[in-house]
């Protein structure tokens, strides 16, 4: 089951099937997060066991005091209560000791669990395909690693603690009843039932609100972030208002769902208590009776009366454990669900080895289709020899960034295949791919650190030497130096601003210097003005030499360094040949290069 559609509310109109699938796979990434600390996590249990087994002791020694150690005492004899008291105040410190431990412990296996579900989720999601990406919003990853990851860390700081503690220690105590009184026992026993009905009636209804808590915080998370990476965009077409009346519409619903959940406890918690005074009393009422009828000592009426008082007492800390567990829960699925994603383009179980890439391309009758109904190559065949730079020109939506796409295997073909060198790419290893094949978009994203990293990016370990010769072809030299560091300015902070165009001249650089066989340039000069696309062009003529290229481009200024232009319409090639040849016929390309001049008059 696919992670994507089945998000926040949608998650309520699920089959049981389908809800049991959720469940199994949340416990599936559970036990595999606790199998690496399964050594701490039984010294954990055991530690838990002896200091709740302490802590219970204390009800029956002091009943032993009173009841034994009383009259040895008016008989002059300390023995007894010497004994009871000693014993209570070892078991104290025990206990003490132990739960210090405990808290210790604990706090290894969850800081292990979230460090180890942190990098699963940042090396899955990178190894995921690009579909992913384009499917699923940046919000909601970034809500995956913050909000969700919080939710299983309360759950695993203080929840947990909770509830082991809170059921061992209400375990303990009703087998301490029945020992010390069964009597009492059956007491306590009796207020159980009530005590399950209510609890009940809380899970179902918190788990609905929960649930519904988490989707809201969601969509804030989503709402923030997306105004945030918009926000140009946003001062752009003055949508401040829109967004301030969408953010407090989201804002109104979390704070609505959290008061449901609130409204919840408020009945909850002093159904607790009633329930917990009640029982008291009924223990109180029945013993008292039977003190008077020597049926019972004082002193096991006391034990029972402080068992009966700290059975109840962590039952309000169970009730806040259902909190963080239904947080935790929803946060699970979801995570779980991001990890079960498999990539689109997985990488090959026998990878054939690659060698030294001369970069001859070949689409083999591919058809690609990003959903069923959305055909964008069908049955489509070209075959680019090595060394060849190909133009790719026709109208929005034609299939150009597809093909690119296709060959730096973002995509896989429908149908067919893509080959480099005769080799389907889907058997080349993903280093072998990306050290063959290099694409440079429109959207030149820089990297926190300077200048000289970023276009690092293009060869790690690159010397400072080839560096700066990458940034001297393209044509970056000057405006570096220029900067307040040079190759050293950090691109992120004051002073270090770069613009649109000189971004793009810094991911030629780093295409430069990774010196691939097939150099693919998705609209790669849009952001450059005349004379730096001009001073670019002239760089390229040199790294372009030698090898294969694909230039994507509506700007036809650039499709002039090309040795072959192909024209596509819907998915298919209408007119292949020479610059010159197609703009000297009466073809698409030349009233496309005439539109162009006269635009440029």
Do not use: C
């Not at 919080?150 to 301490?176: C, P, R, T």
């Not at 010769?469 to 560091?485: Q, S």
């Amino acid at each position: 089951m696919s992670v994507i559609g089945v998000e926040g509310e949608d998650r309520e109109h699920l089959s049981k099937e389908e809800r049991r699938h959720l469940r199994r796979r949340s416990f599936a990434l559970l036990r595999s997060l606790l199998h690496p600390v399964r050594g701490t996590v039984a010294l954990t249990a055991a530690v838990v066991v002896i200091s709740s087994a302490a802590q219970v002791a204390g009800p029956a020694l002091i009943a032993y005091g009173i009841d034994a150690g009383l009259p040895a005492l008016l008989r002059n004899d300390w023995l007894p209560l010497g004994l009871a008291v000693g014993a209570y105040i070892a078991t104290g410190v025990l206990g003490a000791v132990l739960i210090a431990w405990y808290t210790v412990l604990t706090a290894r296996v969850s800081q292990a669990i979230l460090i180890d579900l942190r990098r699963r989720i940042f090396l899955h999601t990178q190894k995921l395909s690009l579909e992913f990406h384009e499917n699923y919003t940046s919000g909601r990853i970034i809500a995956r690693q913050t909000s969700d990851l919080d939710a299983i860390k309360e759950l695993l700081n203080s929840g947990l603690n909770q509830l082991v503690q809170g059921g061992l220690y209400m375990l303990f105590v009703g087998v301490a009843m029945f020992i010390v009184d069964w009597v009492s026992g059956l007491v306590l026993l009796a207020s159980i039932v009530p005590l399950a009905v209510l609890t009940r009636w809380f899970q179902l209804k918190s788990e609905r609100l929960f649930r519904r808590t988490r989707v809201a915080s969601a969509r804030l998370i989503v709402q923030f972030v997306e105004t945030m990476t918009g926000i140009r965009a946003v001062k752009a077409f003055r949508k401040e208002r829109r967004n301030d009346d969408e953010f407090a519409e989201q804002v109104e619903e979390y704070r609505s769902a959290n008061a449901k959940v609130i409204g919840a406890f408020g009945t909850y918690e002093p159904g607790l208590i009633l329930i917990g005074n009640l029982a008291l009393a009924a223990v109180l009422l029945i013993g008292g009776f039977r003190v008077v009828d020597g049926s019972l000592a004082i002193g096991v009426l006391l034990a029972a009366l402080l068992y009966t008082r700290n059975f109840y007492a962590p039952a309000e800390d169970m009730a806040m454990f259902y909190n963080s567990y239904q947080s935790a829960s929803a946060a699970l699925e979801k995570i779980s669900g991001v990890l079960e994603e498999l990539p689109g383009v997985p990488d090959p179980a026998d990878p054939e080895p690659l060698g030294h890439p001369a970069g001859h391309l070949e689409f083999d009758s591919v058809t690609f289709a990003y959903t069923p109904a959305r055909v964008v190559l069908p049955q489509f065949s070209l075959d680019i020899p090595a060394g060849q730079t190909i133009a790719l020109v026709g109208t929005t939506g034609a299939g150009k960034s597809t093909l690119a796409k296709l060959i730096s295997r973002f995509y896989d073909p429908s149908e067919g295949a893509v080959r480099l060198d005769g080799v389907d790419l889907r058997r080349l290893k993903p280093d072998d791919l990306r050290r063959a094949i290099v694409m440079v978009t429109q959207e030149a994203y820089l990297f926190s650190g300077s200048v000289a990293d970023n276009i690092a990016l293009g060869k790690p370990g690159a010397s400072m030497e080839e560096i700066t010769d990458a940034a001297k072809a393209v044509g970056a030299h000057d405006f570096i130096v220029a900067l307040p560091d040079g190759y050293d300015t950090d691109v992120n902070k004051r002073g270090g601003r770069v613009s649109s165009g000189q971004r793009q001249l810094l991911s030629f650089a780093r295409a430069f210097l990774a010196d691939p066989a097939v150099l693919i340039l998705d609209e790669a000069t849009a952001s450059l003005d005349i004379p730096s696309e001009r001073l670019v062009q002239r760089g390229l003529q040199t790294l372009l030499a030698d090898r294969t290229a694909i230039i994507i481009a509506h700007r036809l200024s650039t499709v002039a360094i090309a040795d072959r232009v192909l024209v596509m319409e819907h998915g298919r090639i209408v007119e292949d040949g020479a610059p010159d040849d197609l703009i000297a016929g009466d073809g698409r390309f030349a009233r496309l290069h005439s539109a162009w001049r006269d635009s440029l008059v």
